[in-house]
């Protein structure tokens, strides 16, 4: 081999090896907290402060126990739903107020399905790099901190157009985003806090004999994240913590189900019977 030809080959290694790295750092940055704050993100998620402080809200699961007669009863409340509850459209003409997704594995299988829903906005994280999220002035993208801090409680965020907090549940997110937004009487619905696979604090896989999902909308994702509900119990901790000290009421209105970080009610005596 020529030291010519050795030389041509190192330039281009280094060459492609210049890009990736370019690109590598790009990426970076576009993620980054600091990019987020000069977009018009921000500014669009402050227009939501307090808009419904007169309001309550119920914040639906995907969870079994989730049914059509319920979401029925829910006609002129104000809704949040996640991730594939598109899959109970069919059965009924409820649609949730405003939709979010936050699992960077699953938005890119159901991005499609999520924006053909009829809602008054929608909720992604700005910190995805590889989906195409159109720029639409009803979707809102936040910055997601994804610290971990189990043992300890995650942090909760009293100002989403800065962060907002992950902690191993689309729920936490859509608590912190209804408190923003001015609720102080929130309803969950649908959260059995149970899954048929799951993954502990200690990364033990455990396998439970229940259902994932409503109805028949089981839905396996390649490689998608496995709940962990010891970490997500202490996401519903924090919550009541943060809503506790601030007058705001949360209730689990679940037929059933394993949360009981919350006080129970029943649906049915929060909501009239729908005809």
Same mark, same amino acid.
């Given at each position: !081999?020529?030291?010519?030809?050795?030389?041509?080959?190192?330039?281009?290694?280094?060459?492609?090896?210049?890009? +990736?790295?370019?690109?590598?750092? !790009?990426? +970076?940055?576009?993620?980054?907290?600091?990019?987020? &704050?000069?977009?018009?993100?921000?500014?669009?998620?402050?227009?939501?402060?307090?808009?419904?402080?007169?309001?309550?809200?119920?914040?639906?699961?995907?969870?079994?126990?989730?049914?059509?007669?319920?979401?029925?009863?829910?006609?002129?409340?104000?809704?949040?739903?996640?991730?594939?509850?598109?899959?109970?459209?069919?059965?009924?003409?409820?649609?949730?107020?405003? *939709?979010?997704? #936050?699992?960077? &594995?699953?938005?890119?299988?159901?991005?499609?399905?999520?924006?053909?829903?009829?809602?008054?906005?929608?909720?992604?994280?700005?910190?995805? *790099?590889?989906?195409?999220?159109?720029?639409?002035?009803?979707?809102?993208?936040?910055?997601?901190? =994804?610290?971990?801090?189990?043992?300890?409680?995650?942090?909760?965020?009293?100002?989403?157009?800065?962060?907002? *907090?992950?902690?191993?549940?689309i729920s936490y997110t859509m608590i912190q985003l209804a408190i923003? !937004?001015?609720?102080?009487?929130?309803?969950?619905?649908?959260?059995?806090?149970?899954?048929?696979?799951?993954? =502990?604090?200690?990364?033990?896989?455990?396998?439970?004999?229940?259902?994932?999902?409503?109805?028949?909308?089981?839905?396996?994702?390649?490689? #998608?994240?496995?709940?962990?509900?010891?970490?997500?119990?202490?996401?519903?901790?924090?919550?009541?913590?943060?809503?506790?000290?601030?007058?705001?009421?949360? *209730?689990?209105?679940?037929?059933?189900?394993?949360?009981?970080?919350?006080?129970?009610?029943?649906?049915?005596?929060?909501? =009239?019977?729908?005809?």
């Amino acid at each position: !081999m020529s030291k010519a030809y050795n030389s041509f080959y190192n330039f281009a290694v280094s060459i492609v090896s210049g890009i +990736a790295g370019f690109k590598s750092e !790009m990426k +970076a940055y576009y993620l980054s907290e600091h990019a987020y &704050k000069h977009t018009v993100y921000p500014e669009m998620i402050k227009e939501l402060h307090n808009i419904h402080s007169e309001s309550r809200c119920f914040i639906i699961g995907n969870g079994p126990s989730l049914t059509v007669n319920d979401l029925n009863k829910l006609d002129g409340e104000i809704t949040f739903a996640a991730n594939t509850i598109f899959n109970i459209f069919d059965d009924t003409d409820w649609r949730p107020t405003y *939709y979010a997704s #936050q699992d960077d &594995k699953l938005i890119p299988v159901i991005i499609e399905r999520s924006l053909k829903i009829e809602s008054k906005g929608f909720f992604f994280p700005y910190n995805l *790099y590889d989906v195409k999220i159109p720029n639409r002035n009803n979707i809102y993208r936040y910055f997601v901190d =994804k610290t971990d801090m189990y043992p300890e409680l995650p942090h909760f965020s009293d100002d989403i157009s800065s962060k907002i *907090y992950e902690c191993y549940t689309i729920s936490y997110t859509m608590i912190q985003l209804a408190i923003y !937004m001015g609720f102080k009487e929130i309803y969950l619905l649908g959260m059995d806090h149970s899954f048929a696979v799951e993954v =502990k604090a200690d990364g033990t896989i455990v396998h439970n004999n229940v259902k994932n999902h409503f109805g028949n909308s089981e839905e396996i994702i390649e490689n #998608q994240y496995l709940p962990s509900t010891d970490k997500s119990t202490n996401a519903f901790i924090a919550a009541k913590k943060y809503a506790d000290a601030h007058g705001i009421k949360i *209730y689990n209105a679940t037929r059933g189900g394993k949360l009981e970080v919350f006080e129970r009610v029943n649906l049915d005596d929060i909501v =009239k019977e729908k005809i």
